[in-house]
């Protein structure tokens, strides 16, 4: 394992993920999350494609990978024997196959597959570092913020969530699956943990507010200094019951609309009561991230007038290397920017 390669991850939600993550990202290789609950056709399709050194896995989680692809069952009692046998010190550019880079894959996340075949997104430790350093002057994370990992790590939202606490010394809570399930029992671990920090999707933080309503008691005891949307559409108007509630107040509510092909998140809005009981012509799209350029295009790459239709590209800092083994498509989606420098691209999102 070193930069350049991958290593697939099959793993429950476990302190084991976590540092399996950490290993191969510290190693130099790069991380394919590859969620066991996948159909089996699409788990072949992703390892036959990202041809990972090997696969890490549980027990429980064991994956069929194929021919020329060894896998590597961490809960074993020989593995567990094997690794106390090694030095606990970080990785040197001297322990690597080859000096790793800013440049170099940081982790494989494949595509919903809605619209055709998977395809896999290649993103580098500079796009991930470069996503927080250029948001903290909204959100100013620290050591003292407590993250959770709600959601799939297969689904790139988790980069969000997994990297925020690990750049800035803050503590990740890691959410078990059935609670993640429960809005109620959610709400209980977040006020026993005192979460400062929440990414939700849209959709599950409408059952979370139910469960604030009926739990008040609970609603009292919580530490959120920012609630994150991302992943799906935000209906602003849906959230007239959390700001009937709690007005203004911390926390502050934030929508990040984001592709996976632009590191995440693209945009920022930050939300507020009057949004919520009159959206109006309220776009919670927002603004782009500082070293993010948004454009509204036509079919010619031309800026479209206020009001008028168009395609969303996104330029800058965060674009993918591009999609793996798909230069055909990488070249479709990732275009000459008009609006740049030479050489420099901008990606369609439609």
């Not at 050194?53 to 549980?58: E, F, R, S």
């Not at 894959?105 to 395809?119: C, N, Q």
């Not at 948001?135 to 939202?157: I, K, L, N, R």
């Amino acid at each position: 394992v070193g930069p350049e390669s991958v290593v697939g991850l099959a793993l429950p939600r476990s302190t084991d993920l976590i540092v399996a993550l950490l290993a191969v990202v510290k190693a130099g290789g790069a991380y394919l999350p590859i969620d066991p609950d996948y159909p089996a056709d699409r788990i072949a399709f992703m390892l036959d494609d990202a041809k990972p050194v090997c696969v890490l896995n549980a027990i429980a989680t064991r994956t069929t990978t194929g021919e020329g692809i060894p896998t590597i069952t961490l809960d074993t009692p020989e593995l567990t024997d094997e690794l106390r046998t090694y030095t606990d010190t970080d990785l040197t550019h001297t322990d690597r196959t080859t000096p790793l880079t800013p440049s170099h894959p940081a982790y494989l996340i494949y595509t919903s597959g809605s619209t055709g075949r998977p395809k896999g997104v290649i993103i580098t430790h500079h796009n991930v570092v470069r996503l927080f350093g250029t948001t903290q002057e909204w959100f100013g994370f620290g050591p003292d913020d407590v993250w959770t990992m709600f959601h799939s790590y297969a689904f790139d939202f988790s980069v969000w969530e997994l990297w925020g606490p690990f750049l800035h010394g803050g503590r990740l809570v890691v959410v078990p699956f059935m609670v993640s399930r429960s809005p109620k029992n959610f709400l209980a671990l977040l006020a026993q943990q005192q979460v400062t920090v929440l990414n939700q999707t849209p959709s599950s933080f409408y059952q979370l507010m139910q469960a604030i309503a009926e739990e008040s008691g609970k609603s009292q005891r919580l530490g959120l200094r920012h609630v994150i949307f991302g992943g799906e559409a935000l209906d602003p108007s849906r959230l007239e019951p959390w700001y009937t509630r709690h007005g203004d107040e911390p926390p502050v509510l934030a929508n990040m609309y984001g592709i996976t092909e632009a590191t995440v998140h693209v945009t920022y809005c930050e939300l507020s009561q009057n949004a919520a009981r009159d959206p109006g012509d309220f776009s919670n799209i927002g603004r782009g991230i500082p070293d993010l350029q948004v454009f509204v295009l036509d079919a010619g790459l031309r800026v479209v007038p206020v009001g008028v239709a168009g395609e969303l590209y996104v330029a800058g800092a965060g674009l993918a290397r591009g999609y793996l083994n798909r230069p055909g498509l990488t070249a479709e989606r990732f275009v000459a920017c008009p609006f740049g420098s030479p050489g420099e691209r901008m990606y369609r999102t439609g």
